[in-house]
């Protein structure tokens, strides 16, 4: 019913709204477009490949065994000698090397020396505890002094260090240890606390052979 003095308000037309709406539609189409396209087009960017380093770990070519009174790691291919081997075997423990014409034999004497100790070459070793550090290079062979003139004296010196030398040759290519305070061999203490005279022997079959596997053999004996 139409009142007095009451004014009529017209409604807004809405052709703003209408407007607003179309441009979004147009915008978004604009975008879907292009994201579309840019998943179609085939990514061309050539990235270089990283190369990767592998580490070669010489500790799968080695054998570990553990005895009662020390733990030891040899070349995968020595085996364990026994006095059923060698019936004139001294030693606690033994490994030979196989394969090889030119083997090598390391001997290990707990708490008892060789009844023959003298050997042609010596490593200079010292004390780490239950293991112990080989501190020279293998020396040259102890029948000859500096002069060259044979030696007639068995107990001889290297780099201060006395050690037995079989100046008579018979063991010529056999290789020794010694220390400052233990002729011939190494003072050890075990984990359990418990002291070892070591004595260590190498035999070469080769008279010009490689000490490597013998020298980290002897670095990884670990007394218990």
């Avoid at 990283?50 to 020595?78: E, H």
């Avoid at 033994?94 to 042609?120: C, H, R, Y």
Wanted: with cysteine; hydrophobic share 35%; aromatic share 10%.
């Amino acid at each position: 019913m139409y009142q007095i003095n009451r004014k009529f308000k017209p409604k807004k037309p809405k052709y703003k709204l209408w407007i607003f709406l179309t441009l979004m539609v147009i915008v978004l189409g604009f975008l879907g477009i292009k994201i579309i396209a840019k998943g179609m087009t085939p990514n061309t960017e050539i990235s270089q490949a990283t190369g990767k380093q592998t580490k070669i770990s010489y500790a799968v070519n080695k054998r570990t065994f553990d005895f009662p009174a020390l733990s030891i790691s040899v070349p995968g291919n020595w085996t364990i000698v026994t006095n059923a081997d060698d019936p004139t075997l001294e030693a606690n423990y033994a490994f030979k090397s196989n394969g090889n014409a030119n083997f090598q034999t390391l001997q290990i004497f707990i708490d008892k020396a060789p009844s023959k100790p003298g050997v042609g070459k010596v490593l200079i070793v010292k004390s780490l505890g239950s293991s112990m550090d080989v501190v020279s290079s293998v020396s040259d062979n102890c029948t000859k002094d500096q002069n060259g003139t044979n030696r007639t004296a068995s107990v001889t010196k290297e780099q201060g260090i006395d050690f037995t030398c079989d100046y008579s040759g018979t063991y010529s290519n056999a290789l020794g240890i010694s220390s400052a305070n233990s002729l011939d061999s190494v003072n050890l203490q075990g984990t359990s606390g418990k002291t070892y005279k070591v004595y260590v022997k190498g035999i070469f079959a080769d008279t010009n052979p490689d000490y490597s596997n013998m020298i980290d053999a002897i670095r990884s004996i670990r007394m218990k």
